[in-house]
């Protein structure tokens, strides 16, 4: 039994204390995929149940797919116990939720080759793997802009999809949205089309988001 703390550093990890019991490793069950982690070590969002079960769904066959943010593999998961993703590259630099999303792998009986784990700085270790993904996955807050360059690169040459997550003004998207779209304007891509979604109420008047970006090479 443990009692609930922040989240914290750019590891994003927990602070969770345990009063009882030694073993601090728990599984959750959700949408048919079980989640794994160290309760006292990394964290777990419930609120972002709907964005992982959507990850999940959205998938197109043969997808590859590239998760610059896994953790325990809160959205690498789902994407894989979804048949139709061909590979996913999963990358992490926290050893702890690296080890976790390894055993997941195995508890949730996925075939570990198509499945890739990337240690590391994921803006150093991306320079390994370019022009792969048809779609990247920046699931990082409280911003994950500095992901943009490492998805580009990773990106396959003639374009696919970002999924872009941050916060956004309760009030107005449109700013956070906007300077997103700034941050590619000197790029090889252009924007074909997006897509918006309220993952959930982050803390009094900011929403955490995901920005969907179809890109095409210009
Ligand atoms: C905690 S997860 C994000 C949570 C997840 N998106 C969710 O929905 O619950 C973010 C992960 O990114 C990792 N991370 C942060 N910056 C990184 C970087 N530059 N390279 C590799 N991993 C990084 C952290 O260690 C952390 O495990």
């Known amino acids: 039994m443990g009692i609930k703390g922040e989240i914290r550093g750019r590891k994003r990890e927990s602070d969770v204390r345990m009063v009882l019991g030694e073993d601090d490793w728990v599984v959750r069950l959700e949408n048919g995929v079980k989640f794994g982690y160290n309760l006292t070590k990394c964290m777990f969002s419930a609120g972002n149940i709907n964005e992982r079960r959507r990850m ?3 998938i197109i066959k043969n997808d590859i797919i590239v998760d610059l943010y896994a953790g325990i593999g809160y ?3 789902p994407i894989l116990n979804n048949q139709m993703a061909k590979h996913v590259y999963s990358f992490e630099w926290n050893p702890i939720a ?6 997941n792998i195995e508890i949730n009986d996925i075939d570990e080759a198509r499945c890739s784990i990337i240690e590391g700085d994921n803006r150093i270790t991306t320079n390994e793997l370019k022009d792969i993904a048809d779609r990247v ?3 990082l807050l409280p911003s994950s802009l500095e992901g943009l360059k490492p998805a580009l690169r990773v990106l396959k040459y ?5 999924h872009i997550h941050g ?4 009030l107005n998207y449109e700013d956070w949205v906007s300077d997103v779209e700034e941050k590619l ?3 090889n891509y252009k924007i074909n089309r997006k897509n918006l979604i309220k993952v959930k109420s982050y803390s009094p008047h900011w929403d955490h988001l995901v920005l969907d970006l179809f890109l095409e090479r210009k």
């Open 158 to 162: 003639d374009g696919g999809i970002l």
């Open 137 to 139: 996955i920046l699931g």
């Open 75 to 77: 959205y690498s998961l």
């Open 185 to 187: 304007v000197n790029e």
């Open 56 to 58: 999940g769904e959205i």
């Open 98 to 103: 690296i080890s976790a999303l390894r055993r």
């Open 167 to 170: 916060l956004g003004r309760s």
